[in-house]
């Protein structure tokens, strides 16, 4: 069982930044592979980035590639997403996921997730 909870959403301007932490705790949540999925009401849940348990290998979502960073801490057992130059279209609730696999970018390959974080990007 792997635990997660995901911190550092909130209110930002566009072109501004946020950094979005999840922390994780529980049986191999190092050795797990991890993503951060986004959903806007009204819309179905979409992947954004995605990291293997050694972050040696990373993917992205088209949207967010050039703006967005996915890295992790594993001896924090933490897994964060930089995200810069925001826009309103990145508004959403943020989750973070984990799954036993080496990198996934679906949410059907993801067995745990944490409660989401909202962020909203003013325009």
């Known amino acids: 069982q792997v635990q997660l909870v995901e911190s550092g959403g909130g209110l930002v301007q566009t072109g501004g930044s946020l950094r979005l932490s999840c922390a994780a705790s529980g049986r191999t949540s190092s050795s797990s592979g991890m993503g951060w999925f986004r959903q806007a009401p009204g819309k179905e849940r979409e992947f954004v980035a995605a990291i293997s348990w050694n972050g040696g290998i990373t993917e992205y979502a088209d949207s967010v590639k050039g703006r967005f960073t996915i890295r992790r801490d594993n001896a924090k057992n933490t897994v964060f997403l930089q995200m810069n130059s925001l826009k309103p279209e990145d508004t959403a609730v943020y989750y973070c996921?984990?799954?036993?696999?080496?990198?996934?970018?679906?949410?059907?390959?993801?067995?745990?997730w944490g409660q989401g974080t909202q962020v909203t990007v003013s325009s």
């Open positions: 996921a984990a799954h036993r696999g080496v990198i996934a970018t679906v949410t059907y390959q993801y067995t745990y």
